[in-house]
């Protein structure tokens, strides 16, 4: 069973361009984390989703970040116009419904702003 | 809100020795998980060991045991026999039952185990 896979593992991009992470969760796995990790810091929630559901934001940035996990194909998350301070690694995670304390992450997908 | 503090910023230890890396949170819920993760240069994030607070027996993986004190809000890992392979950034998270799914994280604590 494979596990959670992100693409790409690493991103480079200029200022003011869009940036889309992948992340294809466990096979049977219906729900989607989204992580943020700063340089020297710990890893911070950005959003949960659900199939074609957004469940809980509340860690987004109100601006340029979306997220979404359609029916079918992987969850993405979006960044609009990036800045120097969106450089960070972008982790996600999945579980299974009713196994929230069983989050599976994937590698990470490093993005680098220049 | 919840908030997870990890005082140790970096610890080093001798290969073979036991090491103990400490974790506080603060709460107000009585339902929820305590995680360790492992960050190794590699940057995957792996989990260690997990316990939950209804739970008043620690938990234990093969080398890695907790020790979980409810009441002082406590939760620090003990690593016994540690191995070079230990090296790695660990954080300790908390995961409220019901309040949402999203995992808080400490800022880590980097250990080197060192020959």
């Known amino acids: 069973n494979a596990g959670v896979m992100q693409n790409p593992r690493h991103l480079v991009r200029r200022r003011g361009q869009e940036a889309r992470l992948r992340c294809s969760p466990m096979k049977g796995h219906s729900h989607v984390y989204w992580y943020r990790q700063l340089p020297e810091e710990g890893l911070k929630f950005m959003v949960y989703l659900q199939k074609e559901n957004i469940i809980d934001e509340s860690g987004m940035p109100k601006e340029r970040f979306s997220a979404e996990f359609p029916k079918e194909g992987p969850s993405i998350l979006r960044i609009q116009q990036v800045v120097r301070g969106d450089s960070a690694a972008y982790f996600c995670?999945?579980?299974?419904?009713?196994?929230?304390?069983?989050?599976?992450f994937g590698p990470g997908t490093r993005l680098t702003v220049t | 809100a919840q908030t997870v503090t990890q005082s140790q910023p970096e610890m080093s230890v001798q290969e073979a020795e036991t090491v103990t890396l400490s974790c506080t949170y603060d709460t107000s819920e009585n339902n929820y998980y305590l995680f360790w993760y492992k960050q190794p240069p590699s940057r995957q994030m792996i989990l260690v060991i997990r316990?939950?607070?209804?739970?008043?027996q620690n938990a234990t993986e093969n080398r890695f045991s907790v020790n979980f004190q409810k009441a002082a809000k406590s939760f620090s890992l003990k690593i016994s026999d540690s191995q070079l392979g230990d090296t790695a950034m660990y954080f300790c998270a908390f995961l409220l039952t019901g309040g949402g799914n999203k995992l808080t994280f400490g800022t880590g604590t980097q250990l080197k185990v060192e020959l």
């Open positions: 316990q939950e607070a209804y739970k008043q």
């Open positions: 995670a999945s579980s299974l419904p009713g196994q929230i304390y069983e989050q599976y």
